[in-house]
């Protein structure tokens, strides 16, 4: 093998790990079920996990910022919500579509505060909001759905092909933003600084909490734009919306190869953690699996991707703590 | 003693002085305690809503609380809760039946009456259930709608809630049961949850309708599951498929229009609550007893009381034709 | 003038102090406003109720002194329970046999948990939310979702309903027992000076001599232990053992944990802090209800408290963590 890209493989060994399990699962659905190879499924599946890609994005960049925000689940059914009222009262969806994402930079805005400017640990500040944003809409609305809603909101009213067209092409384009942005704009590596050595980071001129007060913004935002996404592929929004979206998404991330402890990890590998842990459930069901096995199959995989992880990476031992 | 230490002794000393002049306070009307498997439910805002108003015709204190999500342990907890606060009567949707009935029984012996509805718990743990409906009347009517779209021979697969919610597991074993003694040529293929979330019930179906093409039918037995199928299926442009299940008028009345989703079972969940209330009200004064062959409660008239159950009717069907009828 | 009154002040006042006059204030708030709060009757229930979480914060506390974190208790509970009512009713143990199964299944998944972070190295936020899907979706898996263990012999119901003579719920002397050995392990010991230790910085632990991955590994088979235990008591206060018992009580119990003063960092904290958070947590929720006020409003309060609690705990403490 070539010097060249055995370097490249050494740099991506996270990613490429990833990868492999990929192809292990399409390669066995291939054996067993081809059927899930079919255009409809791979193109369902693509509409199906954008929002969840896009939410995805955010926790990247709030983890690399060596931080947490367990409240997304939360701020997503908020931002439904948000997005559902503002069509029932007749605004123009483009509008909808920026008062759910503002919605949601709004919610991201006070974690930030609470972590970046009070200096409060954000597991346990997201903890917190997850209660609270989620006992607040309950109570406010009593899990009644938005319904009613003009035919203008499913789909962004452009009809079935071409909304699913345009959430895959929203979220591929969102991806590539921030791909290329944390690469190479000076505040995406802003963010990697901050999360392996905030004060080499400060040192250096960077201002780590103006950081990661950001991430947790554009999490937010993010969320929102996924909560928008999610909702317009439906006629009417549901409030009890989201739930367990933090677990699914904070797997998919970690699985994908970024560290939990920060400043380490790709956009890649995010897209990556996503697909497989996205066409797990499918492909089980494909492959003939009941129901009830599903969730210990996913805790299954979780374990497995993180523990070859380590296993394949040689280094003296580290106990990292959370 | 330390400044801090002394108010804090202070404050517990008032605390237990107020305490003193707060009784179990009873007021002239009766005080019903109604608690719902969990309160952020369409399903169950749409019972308090028919039990307020038979609380504003009977003068009657209403209390309603519960859980937030669906949990045994937390509606054992509000069920102690409200032994010691002193209510009059009761009346409780049962999660999970051999984990209240213990509870409820010791309200019982404390004098507190106990009436329960939608879901019960075991026979001595309560003094009447407010019946809308056997299992075995839902399974059937389900079943009955499913082997009329599907012409008696085919598949159907089913959404529930969750692998462990109560009620659709009832359901689901009356309906294997019914499967077995009356509807030999239907296939029931598949069960998947939807953890009563309406996307994983889209999801779930879209998975299912590629995963078992000869699927004819869904059934979607939770309320966001019937959207969430329906949506599904129409997505997909299988015209050979049809949802059916248990549900809300208003989330189902766009599909009932629309051809996609054939029919909905259900009953009038106002009623429902309107009743239970009617019921605990005529419990708490004894004026109901076991054994009596009807009951009167209000604008729904005489009803039929089978032993230590007051029913409500039989299932509903809504359709294309009758959805706008109805608005909850 | 100001600055040495505050400091006096400061020093003074502990995180525990502070709760503790919180306490007072939440019972003479809610003895006025709710009915019977302060009588026997309700104490027994408020000890009743807390029991398994009261277990499961104990543990967390140990877990979380050393900067870790344990995601698994609820799902690990529930499995214990199942597991315990599968011995007993499907294979036909005597209870008294039966019973012991599930402290045994807690201290295999603690040991799962153990053997991936004390020996793999591996970060516990990602290894306790792997498990914590797995050991859930073990339960589920078995019981097929539908499956419940019930009718258990009353000599076993008596763990979790029964009283002793004066009226004590039996778990009041099992939550002493093993609160006193918890709070003699973390504050009397060299254990738990150790613990401590490794929090603060696991690096600097194992230079001054600590077995720092024996440590940790029994650290979390002791929460795993708990667990079982809980899931025992859990079976016995319901009368039934179901895939799904236990949700949420991790939250719970991290909620409890830090409400109580323990830092999520690690290297801080205290068990009597804990137990004072425990009963903050169960007033609250408790004291609401008889003043038929809405659940909402206590996941509401409960979240306003722990940033309450975290924002007071950042004021109180000179130390700053990146």
């Known amino acids: 093998m070539p010097d060249s890209v055995r370097r490249a493989l050494a740099a991506y060994r996270r990613e490429v790990s990833v990868a492999v399990a990929l192809l292990a699962l399409l390669g066995l659905l291939a054996l067993r079920a081809p059927a899930f190879f079919r255009a409809q499924n791979l193109r369902d599946l693509l509409v199906g996990n954008a929002p969840v890609l896009i939410a995805a994005i955010g926790m990247t960049l709030v983890i690399l910022a060596r931080q947490i925000d367990i409240s997304i689940g939360s701020q997503f059914a908020i931002c439904g919500v948000a997005a559902g009222l503002l069509a029932k009262a007749g605004v123009p969806m483009p509008l909808v579509g920026l008062g759910a994402v503002l919605a949601g930079g709004a919610l991201g805005a006070v974690n930030g505060a609470l972590v970046a400017a009070l200096g409060l640990p954000a597991i346990v500040v997201t903890l917190a909001m997850m209660v609270l944003l989620r006992e607040c809409l309950r109570w406010a609305t009593e899990g009644a759905w938005v319904e009613g809603l003009p035919a203008a909101f499913q789909w962004f009213g452009l009809g079935q092909a071409p909304g699913r067209l345009a959430i895959v092409v929203i979220a591929l384009l969102t991806f590539a933003a921030f791909a290329w942005g944390l690469g190479r704009v000076a505040a995406g590596r802003a963010v990697y600084a901050t999360g392996s050595d905030p004060e080499a980071a400060w040192l250096a001129g960077i201002r780590p909490r103006r950081v990661v007060f950001t991430t947790f913004v554009f999490m937010g935002g993010l969320v929102g734009l996924a909560a928008l996404l999610t909702s317009i592929q439906f006629i009417d929004v549901q409030t009890g919306a989201g739930v367990g979206l933090e677990l699914k998404v904070i797997a998919a991330v970690v699985v994908g190869g970024t560290s939990i402890t920060g400043g380490r990890g790709r956009l890649v590998g995010t897209l990556l953690g996503v697909a497989l842990l996205g066409a797990l459930g499918p492909a089980l069901a494909f492959l003939g699996t009941e129901a009830h096995w599903e969730r210990a199959l996913q805790g299954l995989v979780i374990l497995l991707a993180v523990t070859t992880d380590t296993l394949r990476s040689a280094g003296p031992f580290r106990h990292a703590a959370s | 003693m330390s400044a801090p230490r002394r108010l804090l002794c202070l404050l517990v000393l008032a605390g237990l002085a107020t305490s003193c002049h707060r009784g179990a306070g009873k007021g002239d009307g009766m005080t019903v305690a109604m608690m719902p498997k969990n309160k952020g439910n369409p399903y169950f805002v749409s019972c308090h809503q028919g039990a307020e108003k038979a609380a504003a015709e009977l003068g009657v204190k209403l209390l309603w609380d519960g859980p937030t999500e669906t949990d045994a342990a937390k509606q054992n907890e509000v069920v102690e809760a409200w032994i010691t606060r002193g209510v009059d009567v009761i009346a409780v949707s049962v999660e999970n039946k051999e984990a209240m009935s213990t509870v409820l029984r010791k309200a019982r012996q404390r004098g507190i009456k106990v009436v329960t509805w939608d879901a019960d718990a075991e026979g001595d743990a309560r003094d009447f259930f407010v019946n809308q409906a056997t299992p075995e009347g839902i399974a059937g009517a389900l079943l009955e709608h499913t082997a009329r779209i599907l012409g008696g021979k085919g598949s159907f697969a089913i959404i529930t809630a969750s692998l462990t919610a109560a009620n659709q597991n009832e359901w689901i074993k009356q309906i294997r049961l019914q499967l077995a003694a009356k509807y030999p040529d239907l296939k029931l293929v598949d069960i998947r949850p939807s953890d009563d979330d309406r996307k994983r019930a889209f999801d779930e179906t879209q998975t299912l309708l590629k995963v078992h093409p000869e699927v004819k039918v869904v059934m979607a037995i939770a309320s966001p599951a019937v959207p969430g199928a329906a949506e599904a299926v129409k997505q997909s442009g299988r015209t050979d498929v049809k949802v059916t299940g248990l549900g809300l008028p208003n989330a189902s009345r766009p599909y009932l229009k629309d051809g996609v989703l054939d029919s909905v079972v259900l009953w009038n969940t106002m009623d429902l609550g309107y009743l239970t209330i009617h019921v605990a009200n005529a419990v708490g004064r004894q004026s109901l007893k076991p054994g009596q062959p009807t009951f009167t409660a209000g604008r729904l008239g005489a009803l039929k009381v089978a032993g230590d159950n007051v029913l409500l009717g039989t299932p509903f069907t809504f359709t294309k034709e009758n959805v706008d009828n109805f608005d909850f | ?322």
């Open chain 3, 1 to 322: 003038m100001p600055l040495p009154r505050l400091e006096r002040l400061r020093g003074r006042l502990t995180h525990e102090g502070v709760l503790a006059l919180a306490l007072a204030i939440e019972i003479a708030c809610f003895a006025a406003l709710g009915s019977n709060f302060v009588s026997a009757g309700n104490a027994v229930e408020i000890v009743r109720a807390s029991g398994e979480v009261g277990l499961l914060s104990l543990a967390q506390t140990a877990v979380i002194l050393t900067g870790g974190i344990d995601l698994s208790m609820g799902s690990l509970l529930g499995l214990s329970a199942v597991l315990m009512g599968a011995a007993w009713h499907d294979l036909g143990l005597p209870m008294a046999v039966a019973v012991l199964v599930a402290p045994a299944v807690g201290l295999a998944g603690g040991a799962l948990n153990a053997v991936l972070v004390s020996r793999l190295g591996l970060p516990p936020l990602i290894v306790t939310l792997g498990t914590y899907s797995l050991f859930r979706g073990i339960a589920e898996g078995i019981t097929a979702g539908v499956r419940t263990y019930t009718g258990f012999p009353r000599s076993f119901l008596f763990i979790g309903q029964g009283h002793l003579p004066g009226g004590v719920p039996f778990q009041l002397p099992l939550l002493l027992v093993a609160a006193l050995s918890f709070w003699l392990l973390v504050h009397r010991t060299p254990v738990g000076r150790g613990l401590r230790a490794i929090g603060f910085s696991p690096e600097g632990a194992r230079y001054a001599g600590i077995p720092v991955a024996r440590r940790l590994a029994s650290v979390y088979m002791l929460s795993g232990l708990m667990a079982g235990v809980a899931g025992a008591v859990y079976a016995a206060r319901l009368g039934q053992a179901k895939a799904d018992a236990g949700t949420g009580f991790e939250l719970l119990a991290i909620t409890a944990v830090v409400l109580g003063g323990t830092s999520i960092f690690g290297g801080r904290g205290s068990i009597h802090g804990t137990l004072l958070g425990l009963l903050a947590l169960a007033l609250l929720h408790n004291g609401l209800r008889l003043a038929d006020l809405p659940a909402e409003l206590a996941g509401i309060m409960t979240g306003v408290l722990l940033i309450a609690a975290i924002g007071a705990n950042r004021l109180l403490s000179e130390r700053s963590r990146p």
